[in-house]
């Protein structure tokens, strides 16, 4: 099965990394040349996975055309793009794995329905799970949720991506998935807000929990499975990057708990910090399925400006309930 990925950040380059395990062929689009010529050139993405040395069977492109003759395509552009490059991207009937986290603004869609209405004759699966790039790319041991509905096509690719390290769990529910990833990316910030304010490690517990508890909420009314939002997509994503500043979303709402502004922090980073873009539109997909999500409505304030302590203050505020 020849590999193709979409998007040369860390983690599509990290996947590729897996991809490439043993020398196999690899095809890696990536949006800058500099990433393009590093690859090639160095066999490192300096941009962003810097320190990595990578597999010499990794051909970096910037013509999307080159992913013609792949067998499956790993997409990981940044959410808010995918739809625009799988436009442009040969994809036709080519299985696609998608491997971004968030909801598209605008349109409040899961990353899955942006792809079924640009490449509608595509199979799709997702991956996801508790997976830090730079961990993946070393080969440290990593556990993922492999999401489809066609088990012949799971199996398929659970077979070309796993190794020694990578471990893929099969799923058949692609939406539990994706919400599992979506969502915790804005409770990350919300736990770096806590980090970065000095509010303890109780309060971060709590937010994890009860974040848990608004992801589950959402996910159930969209269908979602509890089983996949209690496991390696939902449940072990959210402590992975609820725990750690080696997370871009947690070191954001760090950031903003030590009183920086939002807006500056997102204007300084080139990496992609997924939970600022998803936190309004889960916020706007959430009241239209009625569902309760005070932790993102927080994170949502917090992002537009609101000072922390006022924004915590009403969140502990807030009358009391059953858990
Ligand atoms: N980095 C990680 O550890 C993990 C990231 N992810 C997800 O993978 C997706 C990609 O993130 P990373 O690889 O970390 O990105 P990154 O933060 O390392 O790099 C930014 C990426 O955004 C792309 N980009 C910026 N503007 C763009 C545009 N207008 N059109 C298309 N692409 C554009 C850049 O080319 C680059 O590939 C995100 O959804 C993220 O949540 C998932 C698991 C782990
Ligand atoms: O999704 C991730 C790990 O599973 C990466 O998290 P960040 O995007 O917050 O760095």
Redesign the pocket.
């Known amino acids: 099965m020849r590999i193709g990925v979409i998007?040369?950040?860390?983690?599509?380059?990290?996947l590729a990394q897996v991809a490439a395990d043993g020398g196999q062929p690899v095809t890696l689009w990536?949006?800058?040349a500099e990433?393009v010529d590093g690859v090639n050139a160095d066999h490192v993405n300096h941009?962003?996975?810097p320190g990595v040395s990578l597999s010499a069977s990794i051909r970096a492109t910037g013509d999307l055309a080159d992913l013609s003759a792949c067998d499956a395509l790993l997409v990981?552009?940044?959410?808010?793009?995918v739809g625009?490059?799988l436009a442009e991207a040969p994809v036709g009937a080519t299985p696609l794995v998608l491997?971004?986290?968030?909801i598209e603004a605008g349109t409040g869609r899961l990353v899955g329905e942006v792809a079924r209405a640009a490449c509608p004759a595509a199979p799709i699966a997702v991956l996801?799970?508790p997976?830090?790039?730079?961990e993946?790319a070393k080969g440290l041991p990593t556990a993922v949720t492999l999401a489809c509905e066609d088990a012949a096509l799971r199996d398929a690719l659970a077979a070309r991506l796993a190794n020694r390290a990578f471990r893929p769990y099969a799923a058949t529910d692609v939406v539990g998935a994706e919400i599992g990833?979506a969502v915790k990316?804005v409770l990350a910030i919300a736990c770096g807000v806590v980090e970065g304010a000095g509010l303890g490690q109780n309060a971060r517990a709590a937010l994890i929990a009860r974040g848990f508890a608004e992801m589950t909420r959402f996910g159930l009314a969209k269908g979602a499975r509890a089983e996949t939002l209690a496991g390696l997509s939902g449940l072990g994503d959210l402590v992975l990057t609820c725990s750690s500043t080696a997370s871009?979303n947690f070191s954001l709402g760090a950031g903003i708990g030590r009183g920086e502004a939002a807006a500056d922090l997102m204007a300084n980073r080139?990496?992609?910090a997924?939970g600022a873009f998803t936190a309004p539109v889960l916020r706007e997909v959430a009241a239209a399925a009625g569902v309760d999500m005070p932790i993102t409505d927080a994170v949502c304030r917090l992002l537009d400006g609101a000072a922390v302590e006022t924004v915590i203050g009403d969140l502990l505020a807030r009358p009391l309930r059953g858990e």
């Open positions: 998007g040369g950040g860390a983690w599509g380059t990290a990536a949006r800058e990433v941009a962003f996975l990981v552009a940044p959410a808010q793009h625009r490059v491997c971004a986290k968030g996801s799970g997976t830090f790039a730079h993946v990833g990316n871009r080139r990496t992609v997924e």
